[in-house]
């Protein structure tokens, strides 16, 4: 019997799923992590097992689509396994995509074997594209590694769309440079408004905040730009470049003009689901996966609880707040 798929108190079927895998990392952006991070003990995560066991559950009741990030999810030990693992749900149609956030760091080494477990898409984040701006921002990554990855993933048929965080007064001068540069590889992009994280201190903040409306009217000083109707179900909004005909993504994290079509919700590496990135509604996951290891019933109880939780929206007017202390969560926690 198929069971009755995840439906929250307003209606919304929940089908995208993001899980965190680690909040470890190899690179420390500066506008993510602090240079000395304390990571959780390793007991505290969920094993490649429980993972599997709760990506699988959550396919069962109708999650068709599943995102893995991090921290950096490509440096969890033995998480191509993992990947492999989830393959299985492709193939049996039960899950349309498999995909993946990374920093790139290690795609050179991984991207065929992600291409073998059906991955075929990823997301790639990259702020800039020079060398000393890369290391600056990211403290401890290596812009031609990434690169490198870059022409890995390619090579392995893997669309890669990539993610920039807007800092004003860092990136923004290199605007037209990474949009030729993803054009010329046949890559969308994607622009991040920064979040603000409240904990991680400010003395080494690289740029400042870019609102979108201003990095889309810097790229109506190079191109004609045509609005998308285009949605996702997800916080992005679309433009095309008339000249290149590259779709241009324009990511607002906090605002809440997406609510109403939400469609996902995010579990971090500790088995915490969030239902909402804006608000601190959470449960444990962990516990029934843990006290049940050959029952997924409990498991599935508590996952429908928490769906039942699932707020309307969050209601945080990024417009009005200040840019300093209003998130306490590192996105390493709940993936972005
Ligand atoms: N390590 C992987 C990566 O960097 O793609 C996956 C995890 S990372 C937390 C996911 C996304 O969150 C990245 O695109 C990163 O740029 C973004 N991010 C991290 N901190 C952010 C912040 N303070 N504001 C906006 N985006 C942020
Ligand atoms: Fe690592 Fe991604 Fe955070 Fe950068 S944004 S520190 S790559 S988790």
Known sequence: MTPAPLIDPFARAITYLRVSVTDRCDFRCVYCMSENMTFLPKKELLTLEELDRLCSTFIRLGVKKLRITGGEPLVRRGIMTFFGAMGRHLDSGA????????????LEKYADDLFAAGVRRINLSLD????DKFAAITRWGRLPQV?????????AGLRVKINAVALKGF???ELPRITQWCAERGMDLT???VMPMGDIGNENRLGQYWSL?????????HYTVTDLAERTGGPA?????????????????????FCESCNR???TCTGEIFMCLGQEDRADLRAPLRAHPTDDAPLEQAIRAAIGLKPKGHDFDYSRQRLDGQMTRHMSHTGG
Do not use: C, M
């Open 128 to 131: 800039t594209l020079d060398d």
């Open 265 to 267: 919700v995010r579990v």
């Open 237 to 257: 909004r679309y433009v095309r470049l008339e000249e290149t005909g590259q779709k241009i993504g324009f990511i607002t994290p906090l605002s809440h003009n």
């Open 95 to 106: 899950l349309d995509e498999l995909t993946v956030t990374t920093n790139g760091s290690q």
């Open 213 to 221: 409306r201003d990095v889309r009217r810097a790229y109506e000083d």
């Open 147 to 155: 690169l490198r990855g870059v022409d890995a993933a390619q090579r």
């Open 191 to 193: 622009w991040i408004e």
């Open 171 to 173: 990136n923004e001068e």
